[in-house]
């Protein structure tokens, strides 16, 4: 039903019947977000709409000095090889991609001439290939031109192994050709529902110039005198850079936006904390913006008294989850610990597993921690690359969780703690060590033992907790506890990449040194078929539903516990006019920045 | 003497060496691995993780890897940082000015406080002066930076708003308004580790003096009627201060190897914030680097004190 209701919606945005943006709207109360949205909408024939901008300034520079406060400092400018978040947004100052997300999901051009769509005859039906148009007159920082050598430039040089760049995955399946100078055609192996992943956005798509990096593709890419000091196309031009401590930029008076970009001068300082960087921007204003503000919401608030700064907040997709381990943690088989040999002995029960999900407090989670930051949600998938269930939902009792729990057959024994057959609901709760994580550590665990439940809390230095190294026993991927919480992070604005983590044959196990990505070693065949059927389904509207379901299996299964949908938070001076997305990188939209006094 | 100091270098080429060898084992067994925060990404396939490892030599034995550092090492060549992919030596020599000033300016405070208070405070002891001195002092370095740091920062930059709180390498000045500039930014954090510095070493330029002030030939010189001032100058100061100048010289390594935590607070792109932000990222070559060079400063600058022991008195350097 949801099916025909939604094509047939699609022919009403295609007949000129309905608002793209009540499409979007609709689209977005049945648990699709915008970009993909706008995916669907160009893939049943309907031009992608361009983000609008809410750019003012009428001329360009004059704008003065921007100061960016990024407490984890750039280490490196060179997108392809960058550690977390911090070295894209550093070279995206610098870099640009084709195209770029915008706060409702809409794509914004940067590099390319026409957003691609079946009418305009750039997107293939059959969803195998994409040509983009790339912006004629479009100059590199050092005057050379830009053109369609550097996009297929761009994708030699990542997809090479021995360049070992970290965006590889996006590039090794695809082929790029040129066409022309100002035209560049992708072709997929397969019918690629998400088309715009290549060269859009920071993460993976900033384009590098062929003609400074065509020495240093392969071994001798760590040479490359152009890894410290981009050369770019972007609004601002390179001037300094010292690792983990500054970047420094100046206006480029070429750049290829009218009346763009605002400010003089750029400054990106590293280091610190975040309570510290809020604090330079909120309350004394020494910064105009600071980066990914993890901070408790009290605090804020307090710092927004009479400050000089506020907080603002842009939707995404990431999800805190507690994970259910599925295998035994505490029995070796064959020297390995938590192997798909064994089952795990209580949450073998489901009315174990439902019982914990009852004991989660979500709601005092957002309270006491999250604040403005979180949302509550029953949902794995709540965000940009992903569909948001309908069917799902949440609920905390501690009663209830103790009745499902005595029904099941689990009764208290003489010290409290439920027990059955011999064992006792004693369980092991690891996180990394995070403030906000440890706190709610604090909050379930109470909840937990006022159910007769035995929780022991462990943290784990986030450097060892997120690490593949394969001899420590503390990393997430090998998961040696019951519980686990912590986020993984969105990439890209589509489900497909984040749900494959938990095909069954994609389990972390000794035997592929713990690569795997199905860390809870949840086995379900009804998952398995949907997601492989999702990744080749062209129909839209069908590949929703796969993905809903999807979901969905994983919430009546309880193989994760989704605690808080969190937002971005980002600092930002009152008279800062900042774009921020929640399906791009912070300094994704810096062309549109500007102040306004 | 040539053959105390040549023995004495003599001593120091194997310590050297044990000290690398220590702290390379010690940081190839430490759990992670500088490539941590890939394993999150989906976009890395786990084949170009395995690549990065092999290209970085994460994966050959220990010692394999120690000889190849140690050979490097005796070029010249530091290595490169694993996560910014930038020198380590240019990484450091890029850090050490922050460091040397901040730290060599709280430094330099600490001293011009400790040595008058302490010579006075053991001319009079138990006087008010004394009791003042020594309570204040025991407050200094009971509080720690971290929290020293933070009140200065609540009261200076957000009560009174008089100073900035975040370091920057980059003041878009010159001439005078820059050298003010520079000092405007490093008040908080110059007071917040000199005051700390001379809190401790006050009390340890007391008791030498104390120690000193008690002895027969100072009687002696009183005796013959000199004037205050000359016996403690001249005749305490100056035997007093063999044991604060081997302190000094021996502190001399941690000027250079930067303050971690008044680093952090207030964001001085330092020795001391490079070391910990590698820590943090498993960067081995830059954690390796930087330990090293300081041993080897606390090396030397034991070999300096030892030196100027057995000038200062023949008898050690004989024995």
């Given amino acids: 039903m949801l099916d025909k209701e939604l094509r047939s919606m699609i022919d009403k945005v295609a007949d000129g019947k309905m608002n793209r943006r009540a499409f979007i709207q609709r689209m977005a109360a049945v648990g699709l977000t915008a970009p993909l949205a706008n995916q669907i909408l160009a893939l049943g024939g309907v031009a992608m709409a361009e983000g609008t901008s809410t750019y003012k300034p009428t001329k360009r520079g004059g704008g003065g000095a921007l100061k960016l406060l990024w407490w984890q400092g750039p280490t490196l400018l060179n997108p392809h090889f960058a550690t977390g978040t911090k070295d894209q947004d550093g070279s995206r100052l610098f870099y640009e991609p084709l195209g770029c997300w915008d706060p409702d999901g809409n794509m914004k051009l940067v590099l390319a001439a026409e957003i691609p769509s079946i009418q305009n005859g750039l997107l293939a039906a059959d969803g195998k290939s994409v040509t983009w148009k790339l912006k004629p007159g479009v100059k590199w920082h050092d005057g050379k031109p830009f053109s369609a050598d550097d996009v297929v430039f761009t994708w030699q040089y990542t997809k090479d192994p021995a360049t070992a760049t970290v965006t590889s995955g996006v590039y090794r399946d695809i082929v790029v050709e040129k066409i022309d100078d100002l035209t560049v055609k992708i072709t997929f192996p397969k019918p690629t529902p998400f088309w715009a992943d290549a060269f859009v956005g920071a993460g993976a798509g900033q384009i590098l110039p062929k003609h400074l990096f065509a020495d240093y593709i392969g071994s001798k890419s760590r040479e490359a005198p152009t890894n410290l000091a981009p050369v770019g196309t972007g609004p601002y031009k390179f001037v300094e850079f010292k690792p983990g401590d500054l970047i420094r930029g100046v206006i480029n008076p070429d750049y290829h936006m009218s009346n763009r970009p605002y400010f003089d001068t750029i400054e990106m300082k590293g280091g610190g904390d975040a309570v510290s960087a809020a604090r330079a921007v909120i309350q004394t204003g020494e910064y105009d913006f600071g980066w990914n503000i993890q901070v408790e919401d009290d605090v804020l608030l307090r710092l927004e008294k009479g400050g000089k700064g506020k907080t603002i907040y842009a939707v995404g997709g990431d999800t805190e989850f507690i994970a259910l381990n599925f295998t035994d943690p505490n029995v070796e088989v064959d020297g390995e610990r938590s192997s798909m040999k ?19 407090d979500r709601e005092s989670v957002k309270k006491a921690i999250y604040g403005r930051a979180g949302r509550t949600t029953a949902n794995f998938l709540n965000g940009p690359e992903k569909f948001v269930s309908k069917n799902t939902s949440w609920e905390f009792s501690i009663e209830k969780a103790s009745k499902l729990l005595d029904d099941a057959g689990w009764k208290p024994g003489a010290d409290g703690i439920r027990e059955k057959d011999g064992k006792k609901l004693k369980l092991v709760y690891q996180t990394s060590i995070n403030g906000p994580r440890q706190k709610t550590q604090a909050i379930v665990k109470q909840a937990c033992q006022k159910a007769g439940i035995d929780v022991e809390l462990k943290s784990v230095v986030a450097s060892v907790f997120f690490s593949s190294d394969v001899a420590n026993p503390d990393t997430y991927p090998k998961f040696y506890a019951d519980l686990e919480m912590f ?46 059927a999702a990744d080749m389904e062209m129909d839209p509207i069908k590949r929703a539903a796969l993905y809903i379901k999807a979901n969905d299996l994983m919430w009546q299964d309880t193989v994760f516990i989704p605690v808080q949908h969190r937002l971005k938070v980002e600092a930002a001076a009152n008279s800062l006019r900042p774009v921020i997305s929640g399906w791009a990188n912070e300094t994704d939209n810096l062309f549109d920045w500007y102040r306004e006094e | 003497m040539s053959q105390y100091v040549l023995r004495r270098l003599m001593i120091a080429i194997p310590s050297l060496l044990g000290i690398s060898l220590v702290l390379f084992v010690v940081l190839a067994l430490a759990p992670g691995d500088p490539f941590s925060e890939l394993a999150t990404n989906p976009n890395v396939p786990p084949e170009v993780q395995a690549a990065l490892r092999a290209k970085f030599g ?130 908080m954090p110059v007071m917040v580790l000199g005051l700390f510095q001379a809190a401790s070493m006050t009390r340890f330029v007391r008791s030498a003096m104390l120690d000193v002030i008690r002895l027969d030939y100072v009687t002696t010189a009183r005796a013959k009627g000199l004037g205050q001032a000359k016996v403690i100058v001249k005749h305490v100061m100056r035997n007093a201060m063999i044991p604060v100048v081997t302190l000094i010289a021996l502190q001399m390594p941690a000027v250079f190897g930067g303050a971690i935590v008044t680093e952090q607070i207030f964001r001085i792109p330092g020795i001391g914030s490079l070391l910990i932000s590698s820590i943090l990222a498993n960067d081995t070559p830059v954690v390796m680097a930087v330990t090293f060079v300081f041993a080897c400063l606390v090396v030397l600058f034991n070999l300096i004190a030892d030196v100027l022991y057995g000038w200062l008195d023949p008898r050690i350097s004989l024995r």
């Fill in chain 1, 487 to 532: 986020q993984i992070p969105l990439s890209q604005p589509d489900p497909s990449q984040h749900m494959r983590r938990y095909l069954s044959t994609a389990a972390a196990t000794k035997e592929n040194k713990w690569q795997g990505t199905n860390f809870p070693r949840w086995v379900n065949k009804d998952y398995d078929e949907a997601i492989n």
């Fill in chain 2, 58 to 187: 994460l994966d050959d034995p220990i010692y394999l890897r120690y000889l190849h550092w140690l050979s490097a090492m005796a070029h010249g060549d530091w290595g490169f940082s694993f996560v910014s992919r930038v020198d380590v030596d240019t990484l450091i020599l890029q850090r050490l000015p922050a460091t040397l000033y901040v730290i060599g300016s709280a430094q330099i405070l600490a001293l011009l406080i400790a040595i008058p208070v302490g010579v006075y405070a053991a001319t009079k002891p138990y006087s008010l002066f004394d009791q003042i001195a020594n309570t204040l002092a025991f407050v200094g370095f009971s509080l720690p930076t971290f929290f020293t740091g933070i009140l200065f920062i609540l009261i200076f930059s957000v009560t009174l708003d008089w100073l900035p709180f975040v370091y920057s390498t980059d003041i878009k000045a010159t001439g005078i308004r820059w050298v003010l500039e520079m000092i405007r930014q490093a008040i």
């Fill in chain 1, 342 to 360: 064994t089952k795990h002995p209580l949450f073998s029960d489901p009315a174990v597993r439902k019982a914990l999900s009852m004991l989660v």
